[in-house]
């Protein structure tokens, strides 16, 4: 039985030693890491959507600041302010009257104020469900209490569920205004902070891997903002019009129906299509009318099917599927914020499985082998 000897004894001591010691440092920056992961996960929404907002405003920010002489943060400033007053204040009145609705419609329902016309002659030649409508809506007509007595649970949930959802979209507004104002101060510091998210993936996946890695991350951020967020603006906007236009009740809730299927990559046909049969069953509308409209809603209702392609994936080192497939995937998971980190992180892994694919280390060698021709 051998022992050991004494320079192999104090090696070992060493060496037990030093494991230990990065045994411990590796458990006190494990901890720092839970420690500052927990202090920042409140703001975690907060900054994603504030950084998916600045990589998306940049270059129109760039554009700004020099017609106003290089100067980062007046541009930035400016770029805040226009969008919290294009698009958070109307939604904070939409809101208010939302709420306002809400309660007020409470209010009429428990006095028993609410007086409901009788149904036009046409209701009931609707096909299929006609009759049934035509009836219990001529019941309410006639006899509403005993019909809001029976629905009484119905509606009080109803009626909660809707408050519940005013005051979720409030919250979403405000966590929304904060994330513009970060995104305008990320803007406004935009160069090192691009040369900061470089360098990170860098020393990941290393230096040209990692700026190549950052720009796919960019410009699949813009692209999903582009071709699935701005397609469905577009859509909804051009869709509220042509109903605007047409004289279709709740035009506006329409159009927000249409905007948010757009956004979940769901047909606005589903709006549309309803509308058209309305158009021509209701018997408000004259026969040329009836056409322009149906064939306006038509192709409004398939108008993502043109702009999608054309700018879903544009410009982006990866097939548009693959930045669909993510965006949908991540919008199933986690909302609409999940739409960019799946769409970038599909797109992040198709980058790494196809190097994977193209460095195939026999092919290399079997290339490398191969005589030269002089």
Request: with cysteine; charged share 15%; net charge neutral.
């Amino acid at each position: 039985m051998t022992t050991l000897s004494k320079p192999d004894l104090v090696r070992e001591t060493r060496m037990s030693r030093k494991l230990m010691d990065v045994f411990i440092r590796a458990g006190l920056v494990l901890a720092l890491t839970l420690l500052c992961f927990r202090i920042f996960s409140p703001f975690i929404s907060m900054m994603a959507w504030a950084l998916i907002l600045a990589v998306t405003m940049y270059p129109g920010h760039q554009a700004l600041a020099r017609r106003l002489g290089g100067k980062q943060g007046l541009a930035a400033t400016l770029l805040v302010l226009v969008g919290i007053t294009l698009i958070v204040a109307p939604t904070a009145v939409v809101l208010s009257s939302l709420g306002d609705s809400v309660h007020e419609t409470i209010v009429t329902l428990r006095d028993d104020d609410l007086k409901i016309p009788p149904p036009p002659p046409g209701v009931a030649e609707w096909p299929v469900v006609g009759k049934k409508v035509s009836g219990a809506w001529s019941l309410a007509e006639k006899d509403l209490p005993s019909v809001l007595k029976r629905l009484q649970p119905q509606l009080a949930e109803l009626a909660t569920k809707a408050l519940e959802m005013v005051a979720s979209m409030a919250g979403s507004v405000l966590l929304f205004v904060f994330s513009f104002i970060i995104a305008g101060i990320i803007m406004a510091f935009g160069e090192s902070g691009s040369e900061a998210a470089r360098s990170i993936l860098g020393r990941v996946a290393g230096s040209r891997r990692g700026v190549e890695f950052a720009d796919l991350s960019t410009q699949t951020i813009r692209a999903v903002a582009l071709g699935v967020v701005g397609v469905a603006f577009i859509q909804a906007i051009v869709m509220g019009i042509v109903l605007i236009i047409a004289g279709i009740p709740f035009a506006g809730v329409l159009a927000i129906v249409v905007l948010v299927l757009g956004i979940a990559q769901v047909p606005a046909l589903l709006v549309s299509v309803p509308v058209i049969a309305y158009i021509w069953l209701s018997g408000n509308f004259e026969t040329v009318p009836a056409v322009v409209y149906s064939v306006l809603l038509v192709v409004s209702g398939m108008l993502d099917n043109v702009l999608k392609p054309l700018l879903l994936g544009r410009g982006v080192d990866a097939p548009m599927p693959i930045v669909l497939i993510g965006a949908l995937g991540g919008l199933a998971g986690a909302g609409i914020l999940g739409m960019f980190v799946g769409a970038t992180a599909l797109s992040l892994g198709y980058q790494i499985l196809m190097r994977w694919v193209n460095t195939d280390p026999d092919v290399v060698e079997l290339e490398s082998e191969l005589p030269t021709v002089s």
